[in-house]
């Protein structure tokens, strides 16, 4: 599989599935072609990168369907329906459920490799972001129970001495913790240190 990603073309038309596959192999990226949507999600693993271009119309799953199982695994990779005549208002509910664009029969080929550029960009984001707050969360995996306590302290905007008194310790010990914390997480001032605890998530928690 391409480290850049794939483009996963879904659609029971062989020959309507052949020629996005032809129109889009300029992109220079790996072109992975499904004749059902089971299909697709029977190979598509956990990858991260890519996108994904879906008939609406499909036997055995619908496009529609397909994008509510992808969402129901977490799917990152950004979809794109493709719909035949009659099928706009099935396309609009896709959008609602997710889906960043749709197309229409017969396809504007310029018009779609442009969005698809744009879907890549955003998924090559996406993933970057998601393996900086993994690597992230493994830093703060190594901060001990006291550190935990005072870098969530410093996230909620309290000062040294307020830390030490809520915590019933000296400044120094919370000086010398911070300072620990702030080299585990590689932090070169509290802000950056908020900065980095935000992107790993704990603004969540």
């Known amino acids: ?4 990603g794939s483009i996963h073309i879904v659609d029971d038309d062989r020959a309507a599935r052949e020629g996005l596959g032809f129109l889009l192999s300029s992109l220079g990226l790996e072109i992975r072609q499904h004749g059902s949507a089971l299909d697709l999600l029977g190979t598509l693993g ?3 990168e890519g996108c994904i ?12 369907e397909l994008l509510d199982e992808l969402k129901a695994r977490n799917c990152p990779l950004p979809v794109i329906m493709i719909t035949g005549h009659g099928d706009v208002p099935m ?15 017969p396809v504007d080929g310029m018009a779609l490799v442009d969005r698809i550029k744009e879907a890549l960009s955003k998924s090559r984001q996406q993933a970057d972001a998601a393996r900086t707050a993994a690597a992230l969360r493994e830093r703060t995996q190594s901060l001990t129970a006291r550190e935990t306590e005072i870098a969530r302290a410093v996230l909620a905007g309290r000062q040294n001495k307020q830390i030490a008194d809520a915590l019933g310790i000296s400044l120094k010990t919370v000086e010398i913790h911070r300072h620990n914390v702030m080299d ?10 908020v900065r980095l605890l935000v992107a790993a998530g704990w603004a969540d928690s």
């Open 46 to 48: 956990d990858q991260a």
């Open 1 to 4: 599989m391409s480290e850049e």
């Open 184 to 193: 585990k997480m590689g932090a070169s001032s509290a802000a950056d240190l």
């Open 91 to 105: 396309a609009v509910r896709a959008m609602r459920s997710g889906a960043i664009d749709f197309f229409e029969k």
């Open 53 to 64: 271009l879906a008939d609406v119309r499909m036997p055995g799953m619908t496009g529609l």
